[in-house]
């Protein structure tokens, strides 16, 4: 197996679109080492992207919003005061990750690009409105993380091409975020649905949503129709019972030992009605 560590994202791109054979990049490598250790995956070559200037940074934009470095730990977000108070349901989709000493690796970027249907960070990141800025071989995009997953196991990035920063929209006045999870265990367990809210008010009154939904269909999901069910409302009872029918509307989950399709239908409209209560309750202040 061949090891490297490039010093910038240009060199990654590079060393990833000659490799020969299965590549990984190395994040926090709570997935990749784990893969690893367990004999479901080894790659030929692994490269290390930790050693890239400011992949440690968590950065406030001009704009107000913020930029994340691919290898900026789950634990790392939660101690940062500002994040934490601006995006808490991002932050905390984070938090429940792993243990603490996964905790101390964790990234969001590797769990966006292991593109496990069941990924915490990615309805959080989606509710939020969060983009990811892509460097390969023909420079660099910026692509909505709704469109990174393809399936389970795939992305859409192509050979050469990786993450090289995680982008976080301004929060602005009046907003508020939230995720849940349901799993079987209290904790250290993979989320059998998992929903992100995240919205704005004007006065009493819904203006803006986002809604995200985990582990219900081969990749996460953004959900529309739940989101156009409570814009416009003070999110009564009746713009409850519509986001929630809509959130499990969209569900087209697998029937396993953790959940059957009913229950995790069910549980789907069940947690986004929870979620949407915290996020208003938050962007009231
Ligand atoms: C004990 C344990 C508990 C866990 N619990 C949870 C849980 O509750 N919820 C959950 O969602 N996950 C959980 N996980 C999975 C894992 O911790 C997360 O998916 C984590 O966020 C992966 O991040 P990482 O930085 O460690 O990724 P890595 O292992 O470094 O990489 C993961 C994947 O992302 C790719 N990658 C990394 N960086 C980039 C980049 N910059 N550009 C393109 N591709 C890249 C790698 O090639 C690899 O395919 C758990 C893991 C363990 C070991």
């Given at each position: 197996m061949k090891y490297h560590k490039p010093q910038d994202f240009d060199e990654a791109s590079r060393l990833a679109a000659g490799a020969k054979g299965a590549t990984r990049f190395l994040a926090g490598g709570t997935d990749v080492l784990v893969q690893m250790r367990a004999d479901v995956f080894t790659p030929d070559e692994i490269i290390d992207l930790?050693?890239?200037?400011?992949?440690?940074d968590i950065t406030r934009r001009a704009d107000g919003g913020w930029t994340i470095g691919i290898a900026v730990s789950g634990a790392e977000m939660s101690e940062h005061a500002d994040l934490h108070a601006e995006w808490p349901g991002l932050v905390e989709a984070m938090d429940l990750i792993g243990s603490t000493q996964v905790q101390g690796r964790a990234t969001l970027v590797g769990n966006l690009c292991n593109a496990?249907?069941?990924?915490?960070?990615v309805p959080a990141m989606i509710a939020a409105g969060v983009t990811v800025t892509v460097t390969g071989p023909n420079g660099s995009r910026e692509v909505a993380v709704?469109?990174?997953?393809?399936?389970p196991g795939k992305?859409?990035?192509?050979?050469?091409e990786l993450i090289s920063a995680v982008n976080i929209p301004a929060r602005g006045d009046h907003g508020g975020d939230a995720y849940e999870r349901f799993i079987p265990?209290?904790?250290m367990d993979i989320a059998v649905v998992g929903v992100g809210i995240n919205l704005r008010l004007d006065g009493d009154t819904v203006t803006e949503a986002r809604v995200g939904l985990g582990a219900v269909a081969p990749t996460a999901l953004l959900v529309q129709e739940a989101a156009d069910a409570i814009i416009?409302?003070?999110?009564d009872d009746a713009a409850l019972d519509k986001l929630a029918a809509a959130t499990s509307a969209a569900c087209k989950p697998i029937n396993d030992k953790r959940g059957t399709v009913e229950f995790r239908t069910h549980v789907a409209g069940v947690l986004a009605r929870r979620v949407a209560l915290t996020a208003y309750k938050r962007a009231k202040g």
């Amino acid at each position: 197996m061949k090891y490297h560590k490039p010093q910038d994202f240009d060199e990654a791109s590079r060393l990833a679109a000659g490799a020969k054979g299965a590549t990984r990049f190395l994040a926090g490598g709570t997935d990749v080492l784990v893969q690893m250790r367990a004999d479901v995956f080894t790659p030929d070559e692994i490269i290390d992207l930790k050693h890239i200037p400011g992949v440690k940074d968590i950065t406030r934009r001009a704009d107000g919003g913020w930029t994340i470095g691919i290898a900026v730990s789950g634990a790392e977000m939660s101690e940062h005061a500002d994040l934490h108070a601006e995006w808490p349901g991002l932050v905390e989709a984070m938090d429940l990750i792993g243990s603490t000493q996964v905790q101390g690796r964790a990234t969001l970027v590797g769990n966006l690009c292991n593109a496990s249907p069941a990924a915490d960070s990615v309805p959080a990141m989606i509710a939020a409105g969060v983009t990811v800025t892509v460097t390969g071989p023909n420079g660099s995009r910026e692509v909505a993380v709704e469109d990174i997953p393809t399936g389970p196991g795939k992305t859409a990035l192509a050979r050469g091409e990786l993450i090289s920063a995680v982008n976080i929209p301004a929060r602005g006045d009046h907003g508020g975020d939230a995720y849940e999870r349901f799993i079987p265990r209290t904790e250290m367990d993979i989320a059998v649905v998992g929903v992100g809210i995240n919205l704005r008010l004007d006065g009493d009154t819904v203006t803006e949503a986002r809604v995200g939904l985990g582990a219900v269909a081969p990749t996460a999901l953004l959900v529309q129709e739940a989101a156009d069910a409570i814009i416009g409302t003070t999110l009564d009872d009746a713009a409850l019972d519509k986001l929630a029918a809509a959130t499990s509307a969209a569900c087209k989950p697998i029937n396993d030992k953790r959940g059957t399709v009913e229950f995790r239908t069910h549980v789907a409209g069940v947690l986004a009605r929870r979620v949407a209560l915290t996020a208003y309750k938050r962007a009231k202040g």
